[in-house]
């Protein structure tokens, strides 16, 4: 009985280390511990407050120093599953795991790509004829419409010139008449005296007829330049507009307008059979070759990616720990495939609850537990650039820890 008792420490001492060392944790050993003879008050003393309240052990847990929880590495910009939304056959892919791209960046088109493009550049050769159409019939209607300007400035500033001319001759006329008439009567006094020729006397007459006549033609003509000068004015401006109206027509029957809306349309298409990058970021993982059906049928994505150059830490909290966790809080991030604990703070507490993803290889531990997530981005990205996915131990430091941290890196600050 002693020399077994000697032995006890030294068992639960290697037991202690082989759990550690596999990442079952002390606390995930410890109702192991309770079984044992001689192990029941140690493992009570070493357990965190919250176990006591239930917390499930190996999943989240306050203790003094701070938050315990399980979680997964993933980029800063979360895993984002490309796909397309055309069901169809992959036909091209430009990419493969560990490329980097550019937001937009073609990376892969389908099997009705080629046949959308066609489509799309017949669409715009018809926009380019057109366009050439549309200058065309611009050019002939401006030309119409300046020779029917042309004629009208012609017809406003040459005909007024004529009405001018024969106003003239109008008013010479009156002149000429008047004199004449003035001797027509001198003649006729004569005559009533037998002082005059009765044939200067018949010349007279004849001269004023002749004059009347003329000034009547005068001023006929007159009128009719006047009359001729508003007729050749609004027919001039009748055919202005009738020429814009037939330039008017003639782009209208252009279908421009409708051959861009194809066009918008076609490009859409052509878009919709491409695979492209939505962010900048890394590829992931491929997860369709060319040759395989991709779209709504399948419900696979073409890829996954997501931007390494920010990496985070989601944590799955324990619900009755959020209260001990804050923005900016110092997290420490454990695990196997890590050379050494990676330090990060706080960026982002969720403000769901749900069941935890992360599943712990703790037999006692809660599957169903109630948990948020907790994001921290890591100070060196780098180091887990290629670890997207992998589970990991996370302790996030107490608020009073975090206090104590900042006071001691103000101090160190100062002067």
């Keep these: 009985m002693n020399s077994g008792g000697r032995f006890r420490p030294?068992?639960?001492?290697?037991?202690?280390?082989?759990?550690?060392?596999?990442?079952?944790?002390?606390?995930?050993?410890?109702?192991?511990?309770?079984?044992?003879?001689?192990g029941k008050g140690n493992a009570s003393a070493a357990v965190a407050p919250d176990?006591?309240?239930?917390?499930?052990?190996?999943?989240s847990g306050a203790g003094a120093s701070g938050v315990g929880a399980l979680g997964r590495i993933e980029p800063g910009s979360r895993i984002i599953d490309v796909s397309v939304g055309t069901p169809d056959r992959l036909e091209t892919l430009r990419v493969k795991r560990g490329d980097f791209v550019q937001k937009d960046e073609l990376l892969g088109?389908?099997?009705?790509?080629?046949?959308?493009?066609?489509?799309?550049?017949?669409?715009?050769?018809?926009?380019?004829?057109?366009?050439?159409?549309?200058?065309?019939?611009?050019?002939?209607?401006q030309a119409r419409i300046d020779a029917a300007e042309l004629a009208l400035q012609s017809i406003e500033q040459i005909t007024p010139l004529k009405i001018a001319a024969q106003k003239a001759t109008v008013a010479k006329l009156q002149v000429t008449l008047a004199n004449d008439k003035d001797i027509l009567t001198a003649r006729l006094e004569l005559a009533r005296t037998n002082s005059g020729t009765r044939r200067s006397l018949d010349d007279q007459r004849t001269q004023v007829v002749g004059g009347e006549?003329?000034?009547?033609?005068?001023?006929?003509?007159?009128?009719?330049?006047?009359?001729?000068?508003?007729?050749?004015?609004?027919?001039?401006?009748?055919?202005?507009?009738?020429?814009?109206?037939?330039?008017d027509k003639a782009l209208?029957?252009?279908?421009?307008?409708?051959?861009?809306?194809?066009?918008?349309?076609?490009?859409?298409?052509?878009?919709?059979?491409?695979?492209?990058?939505?962010?900048?970021?890394?590829?992931?993982?491929v997860m369709i070759r060319p040759g395989e059906q991709v779209g709504q049928q399948s419900g696979e994505p073409v890829l996954k990616m997501g931007d390494v150059r920010v990496m985070h830490v989601v944590a799955e909290v324990y619900e009755t720990d959020i209260p001990s966790v804050a923005p900016g809080a110092v997290v420490t991030v454990t695990g196997r495939a890590l050379p050494r604990p990676l330090k990060g703070r706080v960026v982002e507490i969720g403000s769901m609850i749900h069941k935890n993803d992360v599943l712990n290889t703790d037999p006692a531990a809660r599957v169903d537990a109630r948990v948020v997530e907790v994001r921290a981005e890591f100070d060196d990205p780098a180091a887990v650039a290629q670890l997207t996915n992998m589970t990991v131990d996370v302790v996030i430091a107490a608020a009073a820890s975090n206090q104590a941290t900042n006071s001691q890196s103000g101090r160190a600050a100062r002067p």
């Design 10 to 38: 030294r068992i639960v001492l290697a037991l202690a280390a082989v759990l550690g060392g596999t990442g079952f944790g002390i606390y995930g050993a410890l109702p192991l511990f309770k079984d044992l003879p001689g």
């Design 51 to 59: 176990e006591a309240a239930g917390a499930p052990v190996g999943t």
């Design 109 to 141: 088109t389908l099997q009705g790509y080629a046949v959308a493009v066609a489509d799309r550049d017949r669409i715009q050769a018809l926009i380019d004829e057109a366009q050439r159409r549309l200058a065309a019939e611009r050019a002939l209607g």
């Design 213 to 247: 006549a003329l000034l009547n033609v005068a001023r006929a003509q007159l009128a009719e330049l006047e009359r001729k000068f508003e007729l050749d004015r609004r027919d001039a401006q009748i055919q202005i507009q009738n020429a814009r109206a037939t330039r």
């Design 252 to 285: 209208a029957e252009i279908p421009l307008d409708s051959l861009k809306r194809e066009l918008v349309l076609a490009q859409t298409k052509a878009d919709r059979m491409t695979v492209t990058a939505p962010i900048a970021g890394t590829i992931l993982n």
